[in-house]
């Protein structure tokens, strides 16, 4: 049996075939498509190592088959930012040592950037936490993470704003 | 500013922060299959026969196939006397010794085909009875885990003499029997690796997921009979280790012989499922304490007897009794008392071997001690603080030589408590107690002191036998023609920043600018020999050989400056990569370019070794260095259902000399991050007949954003006198004392009701029983 | 872990969907957001012969609200409940649970249908149907359309009265009573995980200021979410007060059955129905008063 599926992904319309239906979208980005940068820390939705954005949601990628994203958005870690900038988060994170071994981060990233598009946190730092509860970090670094999210809608803000002005 | 003591940005973060870091499981070599382990569905058996489909026969491997191609079992002797030897055969021989033992290993295109082969591998086995607690394994008539033994201990230690005759008149003496159960240590990224055999080099290269790439090579060549020269290990970069990745796993070993074997490239990750089962695999202590004090709650003597739960097998290189033997020469703790006695036991069962997590054996002495101190502190009926006090070996001792022989560096340690009693406002704990909680639940402070050995040298770990004693550590500096440097070091930095702490240590001698310095670290094939990164060493070791490279580097630069500057030697300065002598200068860049590139201006007599070097160093007292803190905290208790809220968190720690205190930070942070798991959540059960309970992480409950609060730091710095800069190991220090703390805590919240916890984590369910044994045994 | 091998098929329509059913009923699983499905998969803990995905099916997802009450899609994301501004005035109740479900991540996949379905006894959505009364609407070819209520939904653990060939499609919550009071109460070890126990409560009064249908129900505690009846009779026609929901909070707890686990025993888990519900009762009578605005 052999699918194919369509899929953008950082913004590059990527078609794969799969020879296999269990290949997940996490197998996918980093055993067909050379993005590496989505870890795999459970294959069970249990850690959020594997977070990217379907369709500018934050999903669980271990956890949603390839099969099923077929004409799906995707945007990962190595879209998130050009070449040579930073994304707002990712600076925060560097201003407020949001990690150690790295290994969390991309996951944690794109969580943080899913969290600031839903809009439900504000600057309440409690809701941050909550919102990033699905995504485990074992040096943890959370206390860093918490506070570089809130730079980073501070920062977001600010461009918007100056953008509409 | 950008020397030891700068807070500067890690050179490490911009590739991790863009998804670019390359880990193991990122590395894809032209035909390389899959690898899936088929394990051991039972904790003790013996293996009688197995059925493998004649369809794939020949991708399935067992140990008839490795025995007969000469692989030998992995073999972790300690030198200590008395030590019982166990061989574990990388897939299990003729028994297996725990649930999740490799029996056999499969290879295909892809993981899952792998699996749905290792689905098919059918094992029969003769059940015999498992041994699953520590205790009722030690004792007399449990069934042996290895049938050659005469019992289930690997090793007995005994420090100090028996002194009841000398404390029979001490006003207070308390007994408690302390557990703390057994946990895993999950780093985000799994064990993997990828093996190949390089046809140019003629040599095996693994990539691994390790903290100690050399002591891999070694043991590799011990299992596979390759001489050293013929195997490259490699540590890409590793998503967090806290000593996981500090050892042989048998895994390496069936892989990297399958590699030869088969002649294709190979995989293995480790999923979350067999790391959970197959690797639960530290901290499991049972205490038997009894402890003289004072009136005033001076202690006069610790009596203690302790098990650790060692699990099936001697792990390589550390060997089994890693914790038991430790626990007893550092169970007195950061205090001052003239009587000891402990007795340890390292006991085999049939569960997975323990491995050293982060604070190996010091969390749980710290948890079992600073219990005590505080109950001598209820017992006379002072704040445990001032016992702690009264206790704590003072700063005019130091260096101070303890009970058990350890020689503490240097600190301040009683200022470390006060500046935690100071800073976690005491006072108003007790009057927002005696008010109560608006919302009923009960509010409780504790705190905890220790000492953390680190970077401890040759005689202690020769003296605790175990096979790998680290000697100098060697780091290999080069100045490029460029005016660059290159370190070569034979550690493994996976978190710890250290591209970035040792590029400040070597821009702090030499000045070259940050950017310009490279470390290469993790490979054995490009650096020196190391024992690798663990035991809290790798900045005050390799950073002291960084150090030391460098410095000899400077006194080269500084023959050839004089000689091209024509001026006396002892003119020339070196200082923000410049040599000066006078108002003549020359750069660092233009020398490495003489040397290099237009030798005929070099001196006659100039030392040939050139701009490279390769330096050892130890620091100037094998005991290590001890870092120390105070942690405090105050907590809210949910008498009703026994939830424990952490309110405030202050560490005030001095880890000596910090080159970076963000890093510095960073791994107190996760330390605590992790002693919260360890204190509240993180347990891995195992049901009568050995089977681990816990398999996922909805059931091996490791603490999240909601679960660990905003911790507070407060530094001091006392240099230790023995090292480069003064500075101190403090990788684990984090790690040992937040168990301790909070049920501490926890205990002075529920002392109103007259309950007491003693048993780690803190759970629940463990906090409602104590509540129901006070209404039930009213204290007197 | 990878999962067994199996076949994958997307129908386009909800009709194709139940011939696929139809023609494979026992060894099919309907695959919607996959959230639980996907680690069961994974450990090779379920081992369907075929996958039917729905999640192309736009029919199945959406929300509808008429004068009959709300009609959630089984295929509705949780995330989509979560972020509809309109749901905390139709159904508090359901805007209370949602982020109690799991993580966001979790939530952005996760389907009602997917949660009803599998039937998890500590899940919110069991729990928030036995409290609505919601009748839940299935098909299947060989029984055309089905109304079941959720009393008769869920059977046991893990267990529920669809039959093989039966996709669950929808969900029908009757509107919410005028000045209800609700609360939604969880313990669990770390924010998002399953409830170890849970309580959901829906006080009404009379102008008397007599308690009218009150609803009481536990979860994570037995075999399926349970409306503890006697203890909603001993509520009914009274007059709310500390004394009245303690007694009828330690009532409730023994109307469950609760079962040991790795996270609680059968009795701590008694102990917390109790806590929980007098909790929970306390906290809806403060809503319906008016006197707790979260």
Not at chain 3, 103 to 128: C, I, K, M, Q, Y
Request: hydrophobic share 45%; glycine share 10%.
């Amino acid at each position: 049996m052999s699918l194919s599926v369509l899929l953008s992904v950082n913004g590059v319309a990527r078609e794969v075939a799969l020879d296999d239906p269990r290949v997940t979208l996490l197998d996918l980005l980093r055993e067909r498509l050379g993005l590496t940068g989505t870890k795999k820390g459970c294959d069970r939705g249990q850690c959020g190592a594997c977070t990217v954005l379907v369709d500018g949601r934050r999903i669980n990628s271990c956890l949603t088959l390839a099969a099923s994203c077929d004409g799906a958005r995707v945007l990962t870690i190595e879209g998130l930012a050009e070449e040579g900038a930073l994304h707002p988060v990712q600076e925060a994170f560097i201003a407020h040592d949001g990690f150690q071994c790295g290994f969390c981060t991309p996951g944690q990233i794109m969580s943080a950037v899913g969290l600031i598009l839903e809009g439900h946190a504000g600057d309440d730092p409690e809701r941050i936490r909550e919102g990033m509860s699905g995504n485990i970090c074992r040096c943890g670094a959370y206390a860093g993470i918490t506070a570089a999210i809130l730079d980073a809608e501070r920062r977001l803000a600010e461009r918007n704003r100056a953008e509409a002005a | 500013m950008f020397g030891v003591g700068a807070r500067v940005r890690r050179k490490e973060d911009d590739r991790l922060l863009r998804g670019r870091g390359r880990f193991v499981a990122d590395i894809a070599l032209v035909g390389m299959r899959e690898l899936a382990f088929v394990r051991s569905p039972v904790a003790h058996a013996r293996i009688l026969s197995f059925d493998i489909p004649e369809q794939v026969r020949r991708q399935v491997f067992t140990w008839q196939d490795l025995e007969p191609a000469g692989v030998r079992p992995i073999r972790a002797a300690s030198g200590l006397p008395g030590f019982k030897v166990s061989e574990q055969p990388p897939l299990a021989a003729d028994k297996v010794r725990f649930a999740g033992e490799p029996i056999a290993v499969t290879v295909a295109a892809t993981r899952a085909e792998a699996e749905d082969i290792a689905s098919q591998v059918i094992a029969e086995f003769d059940e015999l009875p498992p041994n699953v607690d520590m205790l009722a394994a030690a004792a007399p008539g449990a069934p042996c885990v290895h049938e050659h033994w005469s019992d289930n201990i690997f090793l007995e230690t005994r420090v100090g003499q028996s002194f009841e005759k000398d404390v029979a008149a001490a006003p207070v003496r308390i007994s408690r029997s302390i557990r703390t159960q057994r946990q895993c240590i999950v780093p985000l990224e799994g064990k993997g690796l990828v093996a190949h055999w390089d046809r140019q080099a003629e040599q095996l290269v693994l990539y691994t997921a390790t903290q100690m790439p050399h002591i891999v090579r070694s043991g590799l060549s011990e299992c596979l009979g390759l001489p050293l020269e013929a195997i490259r290990v490699i540590a890409p970069d590793v998503g967090g280790g806290f000593g996981w990745k500090g050892l042989l796993q048998p895994e390496e070993v069936v892989a990297a012989w399958l590699c030869l074997h088969l002649g294709c490239p190979l995989r293995w990750m480790e999923d979350r499922r067999e790391h959970l089962v197959a690797a639960a695999n530290a901290r499991e202590h049972h205490y038997e304490i009894t402890a003289y004090a004072d009136a005033d709650g001076r202690l006069l003597g610790v009596d203690a007897d302790a098990w650790v739960d060692a699990g099936a097998y001697s792990i390589y290189p550390f060997s089994a009794c890693l914790e038991a033997a430790q626990v007893g020469s550092i169970l007195p703790g950061p205090y001052d008392f003239p009587h000891y006695r402990c007795r340890t036991f390292s006991v085999c069962t049939n569960k997975p071997p323990i491995v050293p997590f982060r604070g190996v054996a010091r969390a749980n002495v710290c948890f079992a001690m600073e219990q005590i101190i505080d109950a001598i502190a209820a017992a006379v009926g002072r704040e445990a603080w001032e016992v702690r006090l009264l206790n704590l070996v003072p700063p005019e001792k130091m260096p101070f030589d303890n009970i058990t022989g350890k020689h503490f560096d240097s600190g301040d340690y009683p200022e470390s408590l006060r500046r935690a009693v100071a800073g976690i406002d005491l006072a108003s704990v007790r009057r927002r107690q005696l008010q109560g909680e608006p919302d009923g639940r009960l509010v409780g402070v504790g705190f905890a002191t220790y000492c953390e050995q680190g970077a401890h040298g040759t005689a202690v770990y020769h003296g605790w036998g175990i096979p790998m004693v680290p000697g100098y550590e060697q780091v290999q500096a080069r100045i490029t023609a460029d005016g660059g440097l290159e370190l070569r070091a034979g550690i493994q930095s996976h978190g710890q920043g250290m591209e970035t702490s040792f590029a400040q240590v070597a821009h702090e001698v030499l000045g070259i600018p940050l950017e310009r310095i490279r470390l290469v670290h993790g490979d054995t094939g490009l650096t020196p020999y190391s024992t690798g990164t663990w035991g809290s060493r790798s900045m005050v070791m390799a950073g002291g050989a960084v150090a030391t490279a460098c410095r000899r580097l400077a006194d080269r630069l500084r023959r050839i400056a004089a000689h091209l500057l024509q001026a006396r030697l002892e003119d020339v300065t070196l200082s923000g990569g410049m040599l000066q002598s006078g108002q003549a200068d020359i750069t660092i860049a233009e020398i490495a370019r003489t040397w290099y590139l237009a030798p005929q201006l070099l001196p006659a007599d100039v030392d040939p070794g050139g701009l490279e070097i390769t330096a050892g160093y130890k620091p100037k007292s094998d005991h290590g260095t001890f870092s120390y803190a105070t942690h405090a905290a105050v907590v809210a208790v949910d008498a009703e259902v026994g939830l424990v809220e952490i309110l405030d968190y202050l560490v005030v720690e001095d880890a000596g000399t910090m080159v970076n205190p963000a890093i510095v930070e960073g791994q107190i942070f996760g330390g605590v991050a992790q002693g919260i798991g360890t204190a509240l959540y993180e347990c891995s059960p195992y049901d009568d007949a050995g089977q681990p309970m816990a398999s996922t992480l909805m059931d091996y409950l490791l603490p999240g954003f909601t679960e660990v609060p905003a911790i507070r730091i407060e530094h001091m710095e006392t240099p230790s006198p023995y090292t480069e800069f003064g500075v101190k190991g403090l990788g684990e220090g984090g790690v040992i004392a937040p168990s301790a703390v909070l049920c501490n805590a926890i205990n002075d919240a529920l002392k109103a009701r007259g309950a007491v916890v003693t048993d780690q984590p803190v759970t629940p369910a463990r906090i409602l029983a104590a509540l129901r044994n006070a209404r039930a045994e009213p204290p007197p | 872990m990878k999962p067994a091998p199996f076949a994958w098929c997307a129908p386009a329509t909800l009709d194709e969907a139940l011939d696929l059913l139809a023609g494979h009923a026992d060894a099919a699983r309907i695959l919607a957001g996959g959230q639980t499905l996907g680690p069961l998969l994974n450990m090779r803990l379920a081992t369907p012969s075929i996958l039917i995905d729905i999640n192309g099916i736009g029919e199945l997802a959406g929300l509808h609200p008429d004068l009959a009450g709300l009609t959630i899609g089984a295929l509705t994301r949780q995330s989509t409940l979560e972020d509809d501004p309109a749901l905390a005035a139709l159904q508090p109740l359901i805007a209370m649970a949602i982020p109690h479900i799991a993580h966001r991540a979790v939530r952005n996949r996760g389907t009602v249908g997917g949660s009803l379905a599998h039937a998890d006894p500590a899940a919110e959505w069991p729990a928030l149907v036995t409290l609505l009364g919601a009748q839940l609407l299935a098909r299947s070819k060989s029984r055309g359309m089905r109304l079941i209520g959720a009393d008769e939904f869920f059977i046991t653990h893990l267990t529920t009265a669809l039959a093989p060939d039966e996709l669950l499609c929808e969900v029908r919550v009757p509107p919410s009573p005028p000045g209800a009071g609700y609360a939604v109460l969880e313990f669990a070890r770390r924010h998002g995980d399953f409830a170890v126990a849970g309580a959901m409560v829906r006080l009404t009064s009379d102008a008397g200021g007599k308690l009218t249908d009150p609803r009481l129900v536990l979860f994570g505690t037995g075999r399926r979410a349970l409306r503890a009846r006697r203890a909603e009779a001993m509520l009914a026609g009274a007059s709310a007060g500390t004394a009245l929901f303690a007694a009828a909070a330690a009532t409730a707890a023994t109307e469950i059955d609760p079962y040991d686990d790795l996270h609680a025993s059968a009795e701590y888990r008694r102990h917390l129905a109790e806590v929980l519900a007098s909790r929970a009762l306390e906290e809806a009578l403060a809503r319906m008063n008016g006197k707790r605005h979260d």
